[in-house]
């Protein structure tokens, strides 16, 4: 400390502890025990042979036999806290002084950096070497500061009560009387009297009332008008209920046909019934053609009305899957249904697109467990396909006036998927290449090689996806066997 001399450290120390408010300056080491005080400091002096003031040397002597370690600094939070961190700490306390003089103090702890001057007389093993503790007493300044703020508070006060009382008078002289009478006028309009007379001076509530004036006058001439028309009212209300009850039959023949029109068709309807093709516009889209293996068997051996009803049962419960994963039932036919995912993400509709099949194929096993005994095994065969095609309704009118209108994609897109579809067999999903290029990084795919696909002039890839926990035989990710794979492709030819 100071350049090796322990001995100025300790003068400066004790001049500094006579300066005017300091109620403590203590350098302690860091096990809590105050410096300067005891031997070791001494000791630590003779052994790297540092000159040192003789009478210092008696004094740190005459000190150390009566030595007091610092418990309290010891166990202090702050003490520990400065120690660990290497950062300043302070806080103010309230101490009693003899004759029950309580006074505040602020105390200030430092951490003493053990820098590689200091290890002359330090060790080098800690990055501090002591903590020095400053209490001074702040009581008189405390109390400055209370009674020059308690002076600022009485004078903002009265100030503000000098300009609230001047405001209210100035308020009540301009504002609230004129306001008043305004008041006054209006609830006079309420009762439906319409003669009034509000302050009208040159201010903005004078304009006010100017407007107050002149709207009186003008609903006077209204009411008069009113009473004129509400004898034309009564005579058309009779016309309206008349025209209500063709309205509410109208409703009713709309919610009948909007289940045979795809929602698709309706909402450009809506939005534009006269024309004549809506929103044909080339989009990128993923195609479904979905087909029932299992229903030509049905129909061999149960009634038509009984094959019907499983029928809706499969398709009814493929309906929610396919809204869930904003698809649309876009075709009917027979035991077969196209449906058509769209999404600004063309990655988004193909992946939806995915969900949907394996959720259909899951339904589908569902509904087979619960089938009644005897009934064939329905399998929910899957041809995918993404790309762009031309979307929208179109309208067709036969030559006597009357209309029909259709949503549909159109494109070598379409016919590919329904081709796809005709090579899956057994409750497959097949895709097309393009799907596939968006979703492989999601799904399993099993490459099924290239196929010759009806009015489709190169062979086309086409793979199969695996759904999420199906397990197949050992060494081959798919069971269809050669006899079959060549018989899918001959289908998908035909």
């Not at 087909?291 to 049905?298: F, I, K």
């Not at 194929?361 to 009934?375: D, F, V």
């Not at 016919?415 to 979703?439: D, L, W």
Request: proline residues 5%.
């Amino acid at each position: 400390m100071l350049g090796g001399r322990p001995d100025i450290a300790r003068t400066l120390l004790d001049e500094l502890k006579r300066t005017e408010g300091v109620k403590a300056l203590q350098v302690f080491r860091t096990d809590g025990t105050e410096a300067f005080t005891d031997l070791r400091t001494l000791e630590k002096v003779n052994e790297k042979q540092i000159p040192l003031d003789p009478r210092v040397g008696r004094n740190i002597r005459l000190q150390a036999a009566r030595m007091q370690k610092m418990d309290s600094m010891g166990q202090d939070a702050h003490f520990k806290r400065a120690l660990a961190s290497g950062r300043e700490t302070f806080w103010m306390e309230n101490v009693r002084e003899p004759g029950d003089k309580t006074v505040r103090l602020l105390t200030f702890l430092k951490p003493l950096e053990n820098e590689e001057r200091c290890q002359v007389c330090h060790e080098t093993d800690s990055k501090v070497q002591g903590i020095v503790r400053v209490s001074t007493d702040v009581s008189d300044l405390i109390a400055k500061v209370a009674t020059q703020r308690n002076r600022q508070i009485a004078i903002a006060a009265a100030t503000l009560l000098a300009v609230a009382l001047l405001l209210i008078f100035y308020l009540r002289r301009t504002v609230i009387q004129p306001i008043q009478n305004l008041a006054a006028c209006a609830e006079l309009l309420g009762q439906g009297m319409f003669v009034c007379e509000p302050y009208t001076g040159p201010d903005e509530i004078g304009r006010l009332g100017g407007s107050f004036r002149n709207m009186a006058q003008s609903l006077s001439r209204a009411y008069g008008d009113l009473q004129n028309k509400n004898t034309d009212l009564e005579r058309t209300l009779g016309e309206l209920q008349e025209s209500r009850h063709k309205v509410e039959l109208l409703e009713a023949v709309k919610s009948q046909l909007s289940k045979f029109v795809p929602a698709s068709v309706k909402r450009l309807l809506e939005e534009n019934p006269e024309a004549d093709t809506l929103a044909q516009q080339d989009k990128d889209i993923t195609i479904i053609f979905l087909d029932l293996e299992g229903y030509t068997r049905m129909s061999e051996m149960f009634p038509q009305q009984v094959v019907n009803q499983t029928l809706q049962k499969y398709f009814s419960a493929y309906l929610e899957i396919v809204g869930e994963y904003k698809g649309e039932i876009n075709e009917t036919a027979g035991d077969g249904l196209m449906l058509i995912f769209q999404d600004a993400d063309p990655a988004a509709h193909a992946l939806n697109s995915i969900e949907a099949s394996i959720k259909i194929r899951a339904k589908t096993a569902e509904i087979n467990a619960a089938r009644p005994k005897g009934y064939p095994e329905v399998f929910a065969n899957i041809g995918i396909n993404s790309g762009v095609c031309s979307v929208g309704a179109n309208k067709f009118e036969a030559p006597g006036g009357s209309a029909r209108w259709t949503f549909t994609a159109l494109g070598p897109v379409t016919n590919h998927s329904a081709r796809i579809g005709k090579v899956a067999t057994k409750g497959r999903i097949m895709i097309g290449p393009e799907t596939a290029r968006r979703v492989r990084d999601r799904y399993a795919l099993v490459d099924m090689g290239r196929h010759n696909l009806k009015n489709v002039p190169e062979p086309m890839p086409i793979y199969q996806v695996i759904p999420t926990g199906v397990v197949y035989p050992v060494g081959s990710f798919d069971p269809i066997d050669a006899a079959e794979a060549a018989k899918a492709k001959e289908a998908a030819g035909a």
